[in-house]
């Protein structure tokens, strides 16, 4: 592996791309090397990870190729559910139960002190937004009378990072924000993704309006679903929307931000109204 030029890549993100080396493994390499400590946090907590009974890919060794930080871990033969969902949209209610039933398992897990806490990290980013003072502190606040809990959070549960391995089942990827924290953040955070994702360029009207259509039901079944497994209240789910909206103005892309701008401004509003977003 002596150049980057010389690898298969087989899939790509805004930080990071995996190439194919062989022997079932792949190597993460991050774009740059600003990424370092960030790829030796990753490589770290997939490690912490491998002791516990979660899905998540074995690693190996961390590694660096044109001064590209990384890790080479193993490689998950099969599909992402988001991959399955644009195949077969009509299993939208299938695919948003199994989409829960997946995430239940992982928060059912006590997190140990060797993870971060989650509300640490929430509370940097929406210390760090652009937004103005009434925003960041309205965030803090309702931060503040939430609940703390010790459940594994992925920190980034969504339909691209769950993997159906073909041999085993579901596998987890993108773990670098993984931290100790309470189950309703990850399913907040996930409804944000959820309802906000990106769309194809061009995307026609129409069409935008089914797809705005289909995340609605899909919501509306892994929130069910997920009850279902797990209680919790409308009331809390709205609360850790807010914050998380708000930590994501951090760090989000900015076709995102103006959809979660007008969720905060709506709940800054109107804070006695739970609006789910």
Partial sequence: ?????????????????????????????????????????????LSLLNTYKVTAPKTYEQIS???????????????????????????????AKQFATIQVD???????????TEIQSIKWCIEHTDLSNEY????????????????????????????????????LIDWGGAAKGYYVSDIANATLMIMNGGLPPNTNTLTKILIVFLR?????????????????SNKELHDWQVVRAIARMNYCINDEKKYLFKFIIKCYKNPRKNYLF
């Fill in 1 to 45: 592996m002596r150049s980057v030029s010389d690898l298969q890549k087989i899939g790509e993100g805004q930080e990071a791309e995996v190439f194919l080396i062989g022997n079932n493994k792949v190597v993460k390499l991050f774009k740059n090397e600003s990424f370092t400590s960030k790829s030796r946090k990753e490589f770290e907590l």
């Fill in 216 to 232: 609605r039901i899909f919501e509306l079944h892994y929130i069910k679903q997920y009850k279902r497994l797990r209680m919790f």
């Fill in 65 to 95: 190729i044109d001064n590209k930080p990384g890790y080479i871990m193993d490689y998950i033969p099969g599909y992402s559910l988001l991959y399955n969902i644009q195949k077969n949209p009509l299993q939208c209610r299938k695919i």
């Fill in 106 to 116: 992982v928060n059912s897990i006590k997190a140990s002190d060797k993870f971060d």
């Fill in 136 to 171: 960041i502190q309205y965030g803090l606040d309702v931060l503040g009378s939430l609940k703390q809990g010790d459940d594994l959070c992925h920190g980034d549960y969504n339909l691209a990072n769950v993997l159906i391995n073909v041999n085993t089942g579901p596998v």
